[in-house]
């Protein structure tokens, strides 16, 4: 038996069962706030001390909003949780017969586990893009893909290589979905309203930004007239989209898209997501991209005490034959339902199974540019525009945890507004990952 | 000839002589802004993409401030004049007889140089201590230690082992000057605050803060009152100060003191400071602390168009054998004066001299806790305790770059106030510097 770490239970704590969830996105989150109160020791293992609010993630990259408005710390958001019990670690692996998790700082027993550690990025198995373009899940990815634009326009007015200057300056974006529509939405605005006055020395015209999307239309996920306004706003603003166009490679700072050649030295990857299980559990239980199958009570098929949530399980019904979409509001609602489940269990009583509520979704393209597909019980509220701008910036603001978060990320935005300004263009601390070189 | 960087020079520009300045911090920026309009190409070359408020460091190092509200970026800053360009790189080499820089990112021509390079971290030469304690003299220092705090809390929970459990939380503050004085101040308010929620599992009564100073008082710098109440509200608050006392090394996480022996894994060294020149100048121009030697109009001895200002500036006269104080006023008025006098050498009128203008200090121990000594005109005020810490919040306020960063401050200060709460605690990234090795 491992050696387990010391978790320094409170004495009232000892003997209640242990609830342990990997991952703090927004199902651990939920799940975690409605197991308040309940008579057991609720264990939340992350590997950030924080939560982030993954949908603002392209506002970091693009320079409006600064980092720590959008992600918020654990043991602040469970302060006054009595039973609550935060460790900082990674969880290498799960050791379903003896009950316990192998993780970074020792090894933990557990009565229930709950597996919400979320999607990575899908590079479909192409070394050459894992390796050299940008995605955007992490706070880290953010900072680096901020720092990488900035530093690439300060490299392009020191050349007079007109093909080394437009290679900085251009940008493929590789998804339609809502983060490649955002940030493309996003630069720009960089492009027309910031870049002009920061880099008066460069032929900004020459900025071009193209969205790469392999399925004929934008934003899947929603309606048609959502995908149209989409692409309509994106063309106003200057946005080259490729419908029906696959990427075939990146390489020698060149995109390789299936019906031409983009040199650029930013390729930003926003094309598809894989599930991150922990491992350790039977191959059996794994779907093709990577997520772990459970039942509708989200436990993994199976096992008797192990359960996902999120963008890690994949809850297949003949309906559903790829589960729920791998986005916050079916992992915040799995969340809440486990959370009573966990409760129903610990006292015998019969359990719920899970039925989405969808409520609809969102993405936006600019000021005064979104789309919107609400479903206002089962009324469907479809609208474009400046009014669809307003209900994305009330819903966005209103899921931020932290009432201080919202303050800050609400002036932001009205500074933004009238000033048209994005304030924070900043190059903090050398990136994570290796940089492109680049030779002047 | 070193290959010239391409400069984008606007075609109106050509020809008019170049002033390169190196380093925007204090004296840079308030140089940079005074040479608006001048007749000339004004050339800013900086490591960094923007100015940092190095007085609020210790706030972003203890969780109170977010990192972008006290930097700005420079292409911001002077997005409207029009003679300016910015040049992110570090300058490694002045060539004095060829008028010109060589820089990471290539060799460029001056007619005038300033040096605004200020100071760096004087270690006394001791290398356990430069590679092991962590310095705050940049923002990538203020959030290594950030993320360091947080990291050794975090672990400090995982151990049985007292000792290494001390050696976790406990601090050794070195230097009784404002940057040791208020970092004090701050983590006593954390310990006070914010911690007993965080870290309910941990016994904080063992959290110990020295704060170790080679002289008899605090604050050299100000008046005997100031120093004396500096040290009554660190003493109200918690902190050990240990005055007269020496650090001799640090070994095995062990602080080697004149008197005694303090085991931490956290000591922050916050001592003394070095002029931070740029090499190429005759070594008969550097004084024993690497300041380069001026005369009253901050020309470098023996050079007709090289200038320094600031921290890296020695003017030594028979009044100030050691120049002035390293700190942001004599740099700032060194600056603007600077300005006028370039402008006064490229018409060939007379220089003034140099005076300094000494406006008083202060430093703030925490909440209602400040200690300002004011000149006004002449007449000395001398104050401590919840007016001087309005004053001290005013005046930090009104010097801080940009109306959205006072803004975001004021906000943070307010809700701070109110909440007791320092709401940046988050780890972001992985620490520059080497990590401490923490083995549970």
Known sequence: MQKLIHTRTRIEDLGKPRIVVIGGGFGGLELVKALRGINAQVVLFDKYNHHTFQPLLYQVATSGLETSSIIFPFRKKFATHKD????????????????????????????????????????????????????????EDAIDLRNQIIKNF??????????????LIDFVIVGGGPTGVELAGSLAELKKHVFPTDYQELELQEMDIHLVEGTGRLLNGMSEEAGEEALKFLKDLGVQVHLNTFVKDYFNDEVDLSDQ??????????????????????????????????????????????????????????????????????????????????????????????????????????????????????????????????????????????????????????????????SNRLIIGKNEREEADVVI
Chains 1, 2 share one sequence.
């Not at 998790?101 to 586990?113: A, N, Q, R």
């Not at 300060?154 to 290679?167: W, Y």
């Not at 993994?300 to 309906?319: C, E, H, R, S």
């Open 261 to 422: 050649k983009i040199p650029t030295k930013n390729l930003i990857w926003a094309a598809g997501v894989l599930g991150n299980p922990t491992e350790g559990l039977d191959p059996e239980v794994h779907t093709r991209n990577s997520r772990l199958k459970v039942d509708e009570y989200n436990r993994v098929l199976g096992y008797d005490n192990i359960f996902a949530i999120g963008d890690v399980a994949a809850m297949i019904t003949d309906t559903l034959p790829n589960g729920h979409a791998m986005v916050a509001p079916p992992a915040m609602q799995q969340g809440v339902l486990l959370a009573s489940n966990l409760q129903n269990m610990m006292q015998n009583k019969p359990l719920k199974k899970f039925v989405y509520q969808d409520q609809g979704s969102m993405a936006t393209i600019g000021r005064n540019k979104a789309v919107v597909d609400l479903l206002i019980g089962k009324k469907p509220l479809k609208t474009q525009g400046t009014f669809a701008w307003l209900i994305w910036m009330f819903v966005h603001l209103m899921s931020l945890v932290g009432f201080r978060n919202r303050i800050l990320v609400l002036i932001s935005w009205v500074w933004s507004y009238f000033s048209y300004d994005k």
């Open 84 to 139: 609550f019990y935060f460790r900082m670690g990674e969880v290498t692996q799960i050791l379903p017969e003896q009950n316990c998790i192998e993780t970074s700082i020792g090894t933990v027993k557990y009565d229930y586990l709950v597996i919400a550690t979320g999607a990575s990025t899908n590079y479909f198995g192409n070394r050459n893009i894992m390796q050299k373009s940008y995605p955007l899940k992490t706070i």
């Open 154 to 167: 300060e490299l392009a007015l020191l050349t007079d290589d007109k093909a080394l200057m437009n290679s």
